[in-house]
Every structure is written in structure tokens, then in C-alpha cells.
């Protein structure tokens, strides 16, 4: 009898551990959403609550990790893939000889943009910290309206999409310039993507609002469905 009580109490006391031990060996092979059970002695409840905090934590900074990695893919892939466009088209003839200086003015701008780009990347997981100091100067914001609709030529020719109510007009903004850029870029890129059969996008004329300047990006398209608006 004593030995069998002996085992049963040694028994009861090391299940938490084991279900530690499993947990852990889950973590360690990328699964974060192992939780060990909440039993055991005040001690071994503790713990169990403490590796289940660290397991959520972990969990949590391997989503950002994805997050971080798909938003700098994306924000490379924009003047690299207008960079390319470009250069294709001056190669095969597409852009006549007389038009280069102007499409490699562009190119050269996409550079810049790039390397500022690459040099802060990490600016993406400050933002999210609310870490990131915002680059504000004060330029004509159509330089990044007409920036990106010039950029995008290729494609808007391509898919035979016209631009409406493009009237550039001096606009003074305080704002960092590339960030502007990026957002504006996101809108026109999802404009081409899912126009309607009209083959129209309207850059709606800039409005004043407070002290604020209001741009419109809109497509033909059928929208966002409004059960994926909040996202």
C-alpha cells in the first residue's frame, strides 16, 4: 500500500511537469499555441501561468516578424518594380530614344527612394512601437501625385485605364514626403488592380479640410465588401 500511495503522489506531482516539458518542446519547434493546463500546486499554477504569458508573447512577435517581413517586400517591390518597367521599355525600344532623359529622371528618383528606403527599413517596426519621428518638410505634395501616376504609365497604358480630374495644382503640405508616397502609391496601385469595366480612375482635386489637404484615389470597381471594411 505504501508503495503504491508513494507512486500515485509522485505521479500527481509530476504531470504538471511533464506538461510543462511538452509545451516546451512545442515552442521549440515553431508551435506557440501550446498552453499548459492550469494544475498542480500554487507553484506549479504560477509557472504554468507564466510560461503561457511567455508562449502569447511569443506568439505575438512571430506574427509581427511575418508582418514586418511581407510590409518590407512590399515597400521594396514598389520603385523596384517601376525601376524595371522602365528600363525594359528604354531597351526594347518600347520608349523612343528622345524620351530617355525623362524616364531616367524617373528612374533616378525611384533610386533614391530605394536606398532611403532600405536605410530605414526598421522605421516600419518603429511605427508600430510608436517610436518613428515622422520626416515632416513642407513641399508641394503633387510632386508625389503626379510622381506615381507618372510611374505607374506603363501599366494604366497596358490595361487601357484612363486617369480623370488629374489637375495638379502647388499644394504645400507639412508631411514625410516618402511615407505620402507610399500610401499614395498603395491607392493608385489598388485602383489598377480592381478597376470595373469602365477603365477609369478619377485623382479627385485636392480639398482643404481644417488645416488638412484631402486626396481621393477612386476606381470602377465594385468596392470593398463591407464585412472587410474594418480591416
Not at 510560461?51 to 523596384?80: G, Q, W, Y
Request: hydrophobic share 40%; net charge negative; aromatic share 8%.
Amino acid at each position: 500500500v505504501g508503495v503504491l500511495l508513494s507512486y500515485l503522489i509522485a505521479s500527481r506531482q509530476t504531470r504538471p511537469i511533464r506538461a510543462i516539458q511538452k509545451a516546451v518542446s512545442a515552442f521549440s519547434g515553431g508551435d506557440f499555441t501550446a498552453r499548459v493546463p492550469l494544475d498542480g500546486s500554487r507553484e506549479m499554477r504560477e509557472l504554468a501561468e507564466s510560461i503561457n504569458r511567455m508562449a502569447e508573447d511569443l506568439s505575438n512577435l512571430e506574427e509581427s516578424r511575418k508582418t514586418f517581413v511581407a510590409s518590407v517586400s512590399h515597400e521594396l517591390r514598389s520603385p523596384m518594380t517601376c525601376m524595371r518597367g522602365y528600363v525594359e521599355a528604354m531597351l526594347d525600344g518600347t520608349i523612343p530614344p528622345e524620351s530617355h532623359q525623362h524616364y531616367l529622371e524617373i528612374v533616378s528618383q525611384e533610386v533614391g527612394r530605394l536606398t532611403r528606403l532600405i536605410k530605414n527599413m526598421l522605421d516600419i517596426t518603429k511605427l508600430e512601437a510608436g517610436e518613428y519621428k515622422v520626416n515632416a518638410t513642407t513641399y508641394d505634395i503633387w510632386e508625389s501625385i503626379t510622381s506615381v501616376v507618372f510611374g505607374a504609365e506603363q501599366r494604366l497604358e497596358a490595361n487601357n485605364i484612363q486617369i480623370s480630374g488629374f489637375a495638379p495644382t502647388k499644394t504645400l503640405v507639412l508631411a514625410d514626403q516618402d511615407l505620402v508616397y507610399q500610401v499614395i502609391y498603395n491607392l493608385v496601385n489598388n485602383a489598377i488592380n480592381y478597376t470595373g469595366d469602365d477603365k477609369q480612375i478619377w485623382v479627385r482635386q485636392i480639398v482643404r479640410e481644417d488645416g488638412y489637404v484631402r486626396i481621393e484615389v477612386t476606381d470602377s470597381g465594385e468596392g470593398i465588401a463591407p464585412e472587410a471594411l474594418p480591416y
